[in-house]
């Protein structure tokens, strides 16, 4: 395109949902580009209150919003978080990024968008694009219109931030029995952090959890109550402050009683091969969650019988290979703190 500074500009986010800020943003790239790539975050993600909408819904909001997007100026990828890998992301967008700029027919600069606040951490994962800061536009803060919008309090005070297009899609995915389900999630996380907010100092809550491995497979639970409803989850739970001698001992207690799992703590125990704190602050909605996660490798043979119990509808052993296909089945983090402990060379 005649004028324009850049071959190519890179653009990413979550976008839940996309709003006049981010459409402001996606104005700014379009005048310095040619091409505009939209790198859409956390895909394949378990739907929450955090992440209500897929990568495909919310790049349905992004073109029903842009004329230049329907022109095909603007492109689109969707990327998987990694948690606890900002290496493996980086490396992930640059990629894709390379892929789809050759498809466009390759050639020319490319710039990576972003507020000037973000400048030096994406400055330190792309050192090799130059970065364009764009204006925050005061429009629309994404935990508070998705509290107004799964609660119902206050949901019109939003509405002058939103596209036409995009206020047409909420109001039609509001039949959806999705967003019955992270309605009534809302409902109890909200509730849950009522009962915590009068406390004196922030809390910070420590949980356990078990990986245990088995001929290919891990041993999950599915879970019986919000949050994460029918979500796959490695069986865990809060540590007991006063039951609980260590850490280890909590996640055998809990191991125990949410899969009923007929091998014995002796074997259990010598199989350990890694033990983990996992802390991402946006790990659970629940408020500050710290993790410690306990990895049991028992080779190869047939697969112990497990029976779901207390918070678990369901023990079942599940293949590897098929956790790795389908992240957005597993609850909260559970897929990056898989793929973190099965990945080559973890070691205690």
């Known amino acids: ?36 790539i939209v790198v859409i975050g956390s895909s394949r993600r ?101 509290a107004a919008y799964f609660s119902g309090i206050g949901r019109s005070n939003w509405a002058v931030a939103l596209p036409r297009s995009v206020s047409a899609f909420l109001r039609s995915w509001e039949a959806t029995p999705e967003y019955g389900n992270l309605a009534d999630e809302w409902s109890q996380i909200a509730a849950y952090r009522a009962r915590w907010s009068q406390a004196p100092f922030p809390v910070v809550f420590t949980t356990v959890d078990t990986l245990v491995l088995k001929s290919g497979h891990a041993l999950l639970v599915r879970r019986r109550a919000h949050p994460g409803k029918g979500l796959l989850a490695l069986p865990g739970g809060f540590l007991d402050a006063e039951g609980d001698r260590s850490l280890r001992a909590g996640a055998l207690r809990e191991l125990r009683e949410e899969t009923g799992i007929t091998v014995a703590d002796a074997d259990l125990l010598q199989s350990i091969r890694a033990e983990r704190a996992f802390d991402a602050p946006e790990r659970s909605l629940r408020g500050r969650t710290i993790t410690h996660v306990v990895c049991m490798d028992l080779g190869e043979g047939p697969l112990p019988e497990v029976q779901g119990g207390d918070d678990a509808s369901q023990a079942l052993w599940v293949a590897l290979a098929d956790l790795r296909e389908h992240p957005e089945e597993l609850f909260e983090d559970h897929a990056d703190i898989i793929a973190n402990l099965t990945q080559a060379g973890s070691e205690v």
């Open 46 to 146: 378990p739907r929450s209150p955090l992440n209500p909408w897929t990568a495909a819904e919310r790049e349905e909001m992004i073109r029903g919003s842009s004329e230049a997007a329907r022109a095909g100026r603007v492109h689109f990828l969707h990327l998987q978080d990694h948690l606890y890998n900002d290496d493996l992301w980086a490396a992930e967008v640059g990629r894709k990024v390379a892929e789809a700029a050759a498809g466009l027919g390759g050639g020319g600069p490319v710039t990576l968008l972003g507020p000037s606040r973000d400048e030096e951490a994406w400055r330190g994962r792309f050192p090799h694009w130059p970065f364009e800061p764009v204006p925050v536009v005061p429009a629309l803060e994404g935990e508070a219109f998705r």
């Open 1 to 36: 395109m005649q004028g324009c500074r850049y071959r190519f500009a890179v653009w990413a986010g979550r976008f839940q949902p996309f709003h006049y800020g981010h459409a402001t943003a996606l104005k700014r790239g379009l005048a310095l580009a040619d091409h505009l």
